[in-house]
Protein backbone atom coordinates (compact mmCIF):
# COMPACT_ATOMS: atom_id res chain seq x y z
CA UNK A 1 0.00 0.00 0.00
CA UNK A 2 2.73 2.22 1.04
CA UNK A 3 5.41 1.72 -1.66
CA UNK A 4 2.75 0.69 -4.37
CA UNK A 5 0.05 3.20 -4.41
CA UNK A 6 0.60 6.08 -1.19
CA UNK A 7 3.90 6.89 -3.48
CA UNK A 8 2.20 7.54 -6.84
CA UNK A 9 -1.06 9.03 -4.99
CA UNK A 10 1.33 12.10 -3.05
CA UNK A 11 3.23 12.24 -6.49
CA UNK A 12 0.05 12.44 -8.51
CA UNK A 13 -2.70 14.31 -6.31
CA UNK A 14 -0.04 16.04 -3.37
CA UNK A 15 -2.51 15.97 -1.17
CA UNK A 16 -1.37 18.80 1.74
CA UNK A 17 -1.80 18.11 5.22
CA UNK A 18 -2.29 19.66 8.88
CA UNK A 19 -1.76 17.99 12.36
CA UNK A 20 0.47 15.40 11.45
CA UNK A 21 2.02 15.75 14.73
CA UNK A 22 -1.26 14.50 16.01
CA UNK A 23 -0.53 10.77 15.34
CA UNK A 24 1.16 9.17 17.67
CA UNK A 25 4.87 7.23 16.67
CA UNK A 26 3.22 4.03 18.37
CA UNK A 27 0.81 3.10 20.46
CA UNK A 28 -3.02 2.50 19.40
CA UNK A 29 -5.17 5.18 18.85
CA UNK A 30 -8.57 5.58 16.91
CA UNK A 31 -8.88 7.72 13.87
CA UNK A 32 -12.40 8.68 13.28
CA UNK A 33 -12.72 10.80 10.29
CA UNK A 34 -15.94 11.61 7.92
CA UNK A 35 -16.12 10.23 4.93
CA UNK A 36 -16.62 11.67 1.46
CA UNK A 37 -15.76 9.17 -1.03
CA UNK A 38 -14.26 5.30 -1.08
CA UNK A 39 -10.37 6.96 -1.87
CA UNK A 40 -10.75 8.32 1.62
CA UNK A 41 -9.49 4.84 2.66
CA UNK A 42 -6.57 5.54 0.17
CA UNK A 43 -5.27 9.25 0.43
CA UNK A 44 -5.53 9.06 4.77
CA UNK A 45 -2.76 5.96 5.14
CA UNK A 46 -0.92 7.69 2.04
CA UNK A 47 0.07 10.20 4.01
CA UNK A 48 0.97 8.56 7.36
CA UNK A 49 4.23 6.24 8.25
CA UNK A 50 2.06 4.02 10.11
CA UNK A 51 -0.32 1.71 9.00
CA UNK A 52 -4.29 2.59 9.47
CA UNK A 53 -6.39 -0.56 9.65
CA UNK A 54 -10.46 -0.06 8.65
CA UNK A 55 -13.64 -2.15 8.04
CA UNK A 56 -14.87 -2.27 5.00
CA UNK A 57 -17.91 -4.26 3.86
CA UNK A 58 -17.94 -7.45 3.24
CA UNK A 59 -19.00 -7.12 -0.40
CA UNK A 60 -15.60 -6.04 -1.50
CA UNK A 61 -14.38 -9.43 -0.33
CA UNK A 62 -17.08 -11.39 -1.75
CA UNK A 63 -18.06 -10.22 -4.78
CA UNK A 64 -17.75 -12.72 -7.92
CA UNK A 65 -15.96 -12.73 -10.94
CA UNK A 66 -11.95 -11.90 -11.74
CA UNK A 67 -13.03 -8.02 -10.24
CA UNK A 68 -14.44 -9.06 -7.42
CA UNK A 69 -11.16 -11.87 -6.51
CA UNK A 70 -8.90 -8.42 -6.92
CA UNK A 71 -10.68 -6.57 -5.11
CA UNK A 72 -10.91 -9.12 -2.33
CA UNK A 73 -7.26 -9.69 -3.04
CA UNK A 74 -6.33 -5.76 -2.25
CA UNK A 75 -8.39 -5.07 0.75
CA UNK A 76 -6.76 -8.48 2.37
CA UNK A 77 -3.52 -7.17 1.07
CA UNK A 78 -3.74 -3.86 2.51
CA UNK A 79 -5.11 -5.33 6.23
CA UNK A 80 -8.86 -4.03 5.75
CA UNK A 81 -11.47 -5.94 8.13
CA UNK A 82 -14.58 -7.37 6.51
CA UNK A 83 -17.82 -6.82 8.48
CA UNK A 84 -21.13 -7.88 7.16
CA UNK A 85 -23.28 -4.61 7.75
CA UNK A 86 -26.68 -6.60 6.77
CA UNK A 87 -26.72 -7.80 9.70
CA UNK A 88 -28.01 -5.53 12.27
CA UNK A 89 -27.21 -5.63 16.00
CA UNK A 90 -24.47 -8.83 14.66
CA UNK A 91 -22.48 -6.52 12.88
CA UNK A 92 -22.28 -3.90 14.80
CA UNK A 93 -20.77 -6.69 17.72
CA UNK A 94 -18.25 -7.87 14.59
CA UNK A 95 -16.95 -4.54 14.03
CA UNK A 96 -16.54 -3.33 17.59
CA UNK A 97 -15.04 -6.90 17.94
CA UNK A 98 -12.64 -6.45 14.74
CA UNK A 99 -11.57 -2.15 16.30
CA UNK A 100 -10.66 -3.36 19.57
CA UNK A 101 -8.63 -6.39 18.12
CA UNK A 102 -6.54 -3.81 16.25
CA UNK A 103 -6.08 -1.65 19.08
CA UNK A 104 -5.13 -4.06 21.51
CA UNK A 105 -2.25 -4.57 19.24
CA UNK A 106 -1.37 -1.08 19.60
CA UNK A 107 -2.11 -0.28 16.26
CA UNK A 108 -4.33 2.43 14.40
CA UNK A 109 -8.21 1.96 13.67
CA UNK A 110 -9.72 4.09 11.20
CA UNK A 111 -13.56 4.84 11.26
CA UNK A 112 -16.01 6.79 9.55
CA UNK A 113 -18.83 7.29 12.24
CA UNK A 114 -21.06 8.10 9.84
CA UNK A 115 -21.64 4.91 9.00
CA UNK A 116 -21.43 5.71 4.86
CA UNK A 117 -20.45 7.94 2.65
CA UNK A 118 -22.03 11.49 2.54
CA UNK A 119 -24.24 11.62 -0.34
CA UNK A 120 -24.00 15.19 -0.61
CA UNK A 121 -20.79 16.58 0.83
CA UNK A 122 -22.55 17.54 4.45
CA UNK A 123 -21.80 15.94 7.76
CA UNK A 124 -24.15 13.58 9.28
CA UNK A 125 -24.73 12.31 12.45
CA UNK A 126 -22.46 9.86 13.71
CA UNK A 127 -23.69 6.25 14.82
CA UNK A 128 -23.05 5.82 18.33
CA UNK A 129 -22.93 2.14 18.10
CA UNK A 130 -19.41 1.48 16.79
CA UNK A 131 -16.86 4.39 17.14
CA UNK A 132 -18.01 5.25 20.96
CA UNK A 133 -18.05 1.63 22.47
CA UNK A 134 -14.38 0.80 21.08
CA UNK A 135 -13.25 3.84 22.21
CA UNK A 136 -14.59 3.62 25.63
CA UNK A 137 -14.20 -0.46 25.87
CA UNK A 138 -10.34 0.02 24.93
CA UNK A 139 -9.23 3.11 26.39
CA UNK A 140 -7.78 4.34 23.09
CA UNK A 141 -7.52 8.14 22.21
CA UNK A 142 -10.11 9.05 19.59
CA UNK A 143 -8.35 11.90 16.67
CA UNK A 144 -10.38 13.62 14.27
CA UNK A 145 -9.81 13.73 10.81
CA UNK A 146 -11.46 15.89 8.12
CA UNK A 147 -10.92 14.37 4.59
CA UNK A 148 -11.17 17.85 2.34
CA UNK A 149 -12.78 17.89 -1.43
CA UNK A 150 -12.19 13.87 -1.80
CA UNK A 151 -15.64 13.57 -2.86
CA UNK A 152 -14.85 15.99 -5.82
CA UNK A 153 -11.37 13.47 -7.49
CA UNK A 154 -14.12 10.95 -6.84
CA UNK A 155 -17.67 11.21 -6.80
CA UNK A 156 -20.03 7.80 -6.19
CA UNK A 157 -20.38 5.76 -8.90
CA UNK A 158 -17.24 7.12 -11.00
CA UNK A 159 -14.52 5.25 -11.74
CA UNK A 160 -11.99 7.33 -12.96
CA UNK A 161 -10.63 9.79 -10.55
CA UNK A 162 -10.26 14.00 -11.42
CA UNK A 163 -6.28 15.08 -10.65
CA UNK A 164 -6.55 17.65 -8.29
CA UNK A 165 -5.31 18.34 -4.97
CA UNK A 166 -7.38 17.27 -1.71
CA UNK A 167 -6.46 17.89 1.86
CA UNK A 168 -6.44 16.45 5.16
CA UNK A 169 -6.97 18.17 8.63
CA UNK A 170 -5.93 15.96 11.75
CA UNK A 171 -7.14 17.29 14.96
CA UNK A 172 -6.34 16.57 18.88
CA UNK A 173 -6.76 13.40 20.45
CA UNK A 174 -9.71 13.29 22.83
CA UNK A 175 -9.52 11.34 26.01
CA UNK A 176 -12.98 9.67 26.60
CA UNK A 177 -11.05 8.00 30.45
CA UNK A 178 -13.49 9.45 32.02
CA UNK A 179 -16.60 7.34 30.58
CA UNK A 180 -14.44 4.41 31.18
CA UNK A 181 -16.61 1.48 31.87
CA UNK A 182 -19.71 2.82 30.61
CA UNK A 183 -19.57 1.39 26.72
CA UNK A 184 -23.06 0.20 27.40
CA UNK A 185 -24.63 3.14 28.17
CA UNK A 186 -26.50 4.86 25.39
CA UNK A 187 -26.22 8.56 26.69
CA UNK A 188 -22.75 8.52 27.37
CA UNK A 189 -22.49 6.88 23.90
CA UNK A 190 -24.07 9.65 22.08
CA UNK A 191 -22.32 12.03 24.11
CA UNK A 192 -19.08 10.60 22.76
CA UNK A 193 -20.04 10.45 19.70
CA UNK A 194 -21.26 14.07 19.36
CA UNK A 195 -18.12 15.19 20.97
CA UNK A 196 -16.55 13.64 18.07
CA UNK A 197 -18.55 15.23 15.04
CA UNK A 198 -18.40 18.35 16.61
CA UNK A 199 -14.88 18.20 16.24
CA UNK A 200 -14.85 17.03 13.01
CA UNK A 201 -17.19 19.63 11.53
CA UNK A 202 -14.55 22.48 13.48
CA UNK A 203 -11.90 20.17 10.98
CA UNK A 204 -13.64 20.43 7.63
CA UNK A 205 -16.17 23.61 7.68
CA UNK A 206 -19.14 20.96 6.70
CA UNK A 207 -22.49 21.85 7.00
CA UNK A 208 -23.79 19.72 9.86
CA UNK A 209 -27.19 17.57 9.50
CA UNK A 210 -28.83 16.05 12.23
CA UNK A 211 -29.82 12.92 10.88
CA UNK A 212 -28.23 9.74 9.70
CA UNK A 213 -26.45 9.74 6.25
CA UNK A 214 -28.17 6.22 5.55
CA UNK A 215 -31.57 7.87 6.57
CA UNK A 216 -30.06 10.70 4.09
CA UNK A 217 -29.56 8.44 0.93
CA UNK A 218 -32.95 6.85 1.05
CA UNK A 219 -34.73 10.42 1.36
CA UNK A 220 -32.57 10.92 -1.55
CA UNK A 221 -33.27 7.50 -3.62
CA UNK A 222 -36.94 7.77 -2.48
CA UNK A 223 -36.96 11.14 -3.95
CA UNK A 224 -35.44 10.38 -6.78
CA UNK A 225 -37.61 7.68 -7.60
CA UNK A 226 -40.62 9.62 -7.11
CA UNK A 227 -39.49 12.43 -9.47
CA UNK A 228 -38.37 9.48 -11.90
CA UNK A 229 -42.21 8.55 -11.45
CA UNK A 230 -43.68 11.81 -12.07
CA UNK A 231 -41.62 12.62 -15.28
CA UNK A 232 -42.55 9.11 -16.34
CA UNK A 233 -46.50 10.28 -15.51
CA UNK A 234 -45.48 13.58 -17.25
CA UNK A 235 -44.42 11.79 -20.35
CA UNK A 236 -47.10 9.70 -20.38
CA UNK A 237 -49.77 12.18 -20.04
CA UNK A 238 -48.49 14.07 -23.06
CA UNK A 239 -48.48 10.96 -25.25
CA UNK A 240 -52.16 10.85 -24.15
CA UNK A 241 -52.77 14.57 -24.68
CA UNK A 242 -50.61 14.02 -28.12
CA UNK A 243 -52.83 11.07 -29.19
CA UNK A 244 -56.03 13.08 -28.00
CA UNK A 245 -54.89 15.88 -29.88
CA UNK A 246 -54.37 13.81 -33.04
CA UNK A 247 -57.41 11.64 -32.86
CA UNK A 248 -59.74 15.29 -32.16
CA UNK A 249 -57.41 16.66 -35.60
CA UNK A 250 -58.37 13.23 -37.68
CA UNK A 251 -61.97 13.27 -36.82
CA UNK A 252 -62.17 16.97 -37.73
CA UNK A 253 -59.97 16.05 -40.64
CA UNK A 254 -62.89 13.38 -41.23
CA UNK A 255 -66.09 15.68 -40.54
CA UNK A 256 -64.21 18.27 -42.86
CA UNK A 257 -63.59 15.57 -45.49
CA UNK A 258 -67.05 14.48 -45.31
CA UNK A 259 -68.72 17.67 -45.37
CA UNK A 260 -66.08 18.37 -49.12
CA UNK A 261 -67.50 15.08 -50.23
CA UNK A 262 -71.13 15.81 -48.81
CA UNK A 263 -71.02 19.10 -50.98
CA UNK A 264 -69.49 17.63 -53.91
CA UNK A 265 -72.48 14.83 -54.17
CA UNK A 266 -75.20 17.94 -53.79
CA UNK A 267 -73.04 20.17 -56.22
CA UNK A 268 -73.10 17.22 -58.57
CA UNK A 269 -76.73 16.25 -58.32
CA UNK A 270 -77.49 19.92 -58.52
CA UNK A 271 -75.15 19.89 -61.94
CA UNK A 272 -77.38 16.88 -63.24
CA UNK A 273 -80.85 18.20 -62.36
CA UNK A 274 -79.70 21.63 -64.66
CA UNK A 275 -78.66 19.07 -67.35
CA UNK A 276 -81.58 17.49 -67.30
CA UNK A 277 -83.53 20.67 -66.95
CA UNK A 278 -81.40 22.00 -69.91
CA UNK A 279 -82.07 18.55 -72.17
CA UNK A 280 -86.22 18.84 -71.26
CA UNK A 281 -86.07 22.71 -72.56
CA UNK A 282 -84.14 21.39 -75.53
CA UNK A 283 -86.48 18.71 -76.68
CA UNK A 284 -89.46 20.66 -75.72
CA UNK A 285 -88.43 23.06 -78.08
CA UNK A 286 -87.38 20.64 -80.66
CA UNK A 287 -91.02 18.95 -80.54
CA UNK A 288 -93.30 22.39 -81.12
CA UNK A 289 -94.44 22.60 -85.02
CA UNK A 290 -92.93 25.38 -87.58
CA UNK A 291 -96.30 27.80 -87.62
CA UNK A 292 -95.83 27.98 -83.51
CA UNK A 293 -92.33 28.64 -83.51
CA UNK A 294 -92.69 31.14 -86.01
CA UNK A 295 -95.70 33.09 -83.91
CA UNK A 296 -93.53 33.02 -81.10
CA UNK A 297 -90.73 34.43 -82.60
Do not use: C
Request: charged share 30%; aromatic share 6%; glycine share 10%.
Amino acid sequence: MKVAIGGPLRVAFRPWVEGLENIPAEGAAILASNHLSFSDSFFLPAVLDRKVTFIAKAEYFTTPGVKGRLTAAFFKGVGQLPVDRSGGRGAGEAAVRSGIEVLERGELFGIYPEGTRSPDGRLYRGKPGGLARVALASGAPVIPVAMIDTEKIQPPGKVLPKIMRPGIRIGEPLDFSRYQGMEHDRFVLRAVTDEVMYEIMKLSGQEYVDMYATAAKRQIAEAAKAEKEAEKAAKAALAQAEKDQAEKDQAEKDRAEKDRAKNDAEQRAEEQRAEKRRDAEQRDTGQRDPEQRDTEQ
